[in-house]
């Protein structure tokens, strides 16, 4: 409810069941309307980090939360000296990331990332370097559990459980935000051909890590896509696919 009332607050339309007459909408001030939308986000963006801590353990309730950031004039970060909310929004947006493997709450997170990364938005320049550092972290977390685990297979030796379930959540992981961002700067295309071409031969993968190797496999060649048809010249760039991702991608930052 809270999430639909910061919509519907975003959007300017009034509550269900209320409408207003063609006159009196043609007479709403539209200078009225912004100074609203920035007290709203302004208040949203200082509360948000507190109700993403307190309801972090809740992935039913965190879940809508992270809808919130898309509804904000994230603006006022910068006009209103308000980047310490948004250091803390950030700060809450990797412990989520961290602490829960559900698959909502991922791509919430990821689609949460993607409005802050917006380019030319105020909040792109802290957010794409702290996006880019998760994303480090769950590469090199990653990194080297497949080199282990694809060694010891070749030996005839098997990763505990514990360790296949680090596999299998970093995966997760990584393809939520891949369906919002283009991690093409991390090869991950490179590791999940490796991985699935060793299933392949082998035999010898759970379904969970295949299911989450093809997802990232999937999206590395949609980014491709979309970053081939964006050469185009606009005459020639006819659509190939109906996907696009919510987010223009994220590069990854320099010296990263």
Request: hydrophobic share 40%; aromatic share 8%; glycine share 6%.
């Amino acid at each position: 409810m809270l999430v639909a009332a910061v919509r519907q607050a975003a959007e300017g339309r009034p509550p269900a069941g209320r409408r207003l007459g063609k006159k009196a909408a043609r007479e709403v001030d539209r200078t009225r309307r912004w100074r609203e939308h920035a007290n709203m986000s302004r208040h949203f963006v200082k509360v948000l980090p507190r109700l993403l801590s307190k309801f972090a353990a809740d992935k039913e309730k965190v879940t809508p939360l992270l809808q919130i950031p898309q509804y904000c004039n994230l603006d006022v970060y910068d006009m209103d000296g308000l980047g310490s909310y948004l250091d803390a929004a950030l700060l809450e947006l990797d412990c989520l990331v961290q602490r829960h493997s559900d698959v909502a709450v991922l791509e919430a997170c990821a689609r949460a990332y993607g409005t802050y990364c917006d380019e030319g938005g105020s909040a792109h320049c802290q957010a794409a370097p702290a996006c880019s550092r998760l994303v480090d972290m769950l590469v090199d977390v990653l990194t080297p559990l497949l080199d282990v685990f694809i060694q010891r297979e070749k030996q005839g030796l098997f990763l505990g459980h514990g360790e296949m379930g680090r596999i299998c959540s970093t995966l997760r992981r990584l393809a939520a935000f891949y369906s919002a961002h283009d991690l093409s700067s991390w090869n991950l295309y490179e590791k999940m051909d490796s991985l699935l071409t060793f299933r392949r031969h082998q035999g010898s993968l759970p379904t969970e890590v295949v299911h989450c190797a093809l997802q990232c496999t999937y999206y590395a060649l949609l980014w491709q896509i979309v970053a081939a048809t964006d050469r185009l010249p606009p005459q020639a760039s006819a659509p190939t696919t109906g996907w696009r991702p919510s987010s223009p991608g994220l590069a990854k930052a320099p010296g990263l």
